[in-house]
């Protein structure tokens, strides 16, 4: 079985796996007293938040060791993961403002944490534009990479947003240094959630990563 | 559902509605570049 063949089974279960965080989160999770079933989006917008800064962290990673070692593979694993970061950002960019409109009375405001979080998604659209204008595949892996490694730093200033800047977005209640302020169903299906997004991560680069080797292959044909 | 809980069900619904559709749009873009010869 391919690479890209692997992928898609992987996605296909974390789909499935989703399918069982939707019927945990409607029907199993208590509704928030002050949010309402709005506060719902919650474990859907969250894990995604998380994986897209797991992705560009891992983008920079590679990133960083693609400079001192030059493997195309480590090239070809960032390219692949900033996509998926990508989707997942656009997915936080999305679920954001639904959540925003009910509880915050406004769909946007330009804060440090949703500006640094559109900059991010814009630097990641940018991080592909890239890619594909540099046709000499050395140099488009060595100026990528560093693009890469700026979006770590965004990413480092994304999450520390919240406390530098007054803003109308909560701080974190998981992943903060106190104990996490959510009761334990909330918590049980906030981490199910963050596990499926992990999963769909994986399935998504390896297919994507795939696609990269594939196109590689043709290219060193020609 | 107790009273003064807010009525926002319509918010939730069109978000859970908006990641599938995403999720399931790249992956067909996925497929569909992987499938291209």
């Known amino acids: ?222 | 559902m107790s009273e003064g809980v807010p009525q926002n069900a319509g918010y939730l619904v069109a978000a859970y509605i908006v990641v599938p559709v995403i999720l399931l749009a790249y992956a067909a873009s996925l497929y569909r570049r992987s499938t291209r010869s």
């Open chain 1, 1 to 222: 079985m391919s690479l890209a063949q692997k992928g898609r089974r992987v996605v296909l279960a974390g789909l499935v796996l989703l399918g069982g965080v939707y019927v945990r989160a409607l029907a199993f999770t208590p509704v928030e007293r002050f949010q309402g079933p709005a506060q719902k989006i919650f474990y859907l917008h969250v894990p995604a938040a998380v994986t897209t800064e797991l992705a560009v962290i891992l983008v920079g990673l590679a990133s960083v060791f693609f400079l001192f070692l030059k493997d195309p593979r480590l090239d070809r694993f960032a390219e692949a993961s900033a996509e998926v970061g990508t989707v997942f950002a656009a997915i936080v960019l999305t679920t954001g403002p639904i959540w925003g409109k009910p509880i915050w009375g406004t769909w946007w405001t330009w804060d440090a944490r949703l500006t640094s979080t559109l900059f991010l998604f814009f630097l990641l659209i940018g991080y592909h534009v890239l890619r594909g204008a540099v046709t000499d595949a050395g140099l488009r892996a060595r100026y990528a990479a560093v693009l890469g490694i700026c979006a770590v730093v965004l990413v480092g200033f994304i999450h520390m947003s919240v406390y530098l800047f007054p803003t109308l977005h909560p701080q974190p209640i998981v992943l903060r240094p106190a104990k996490p302020g959510v009761p334990p169903e909330m918590l049980v299906t906030l981490l199910l959630s963050f596990g499926v997004f992990l999963v769909l991560y994986v399935g998504f680069v390896m297919q994507r990563y795939a696609i990269a080797q594939q196109r590689e292959g043709a290219a060193s044909d020609v």
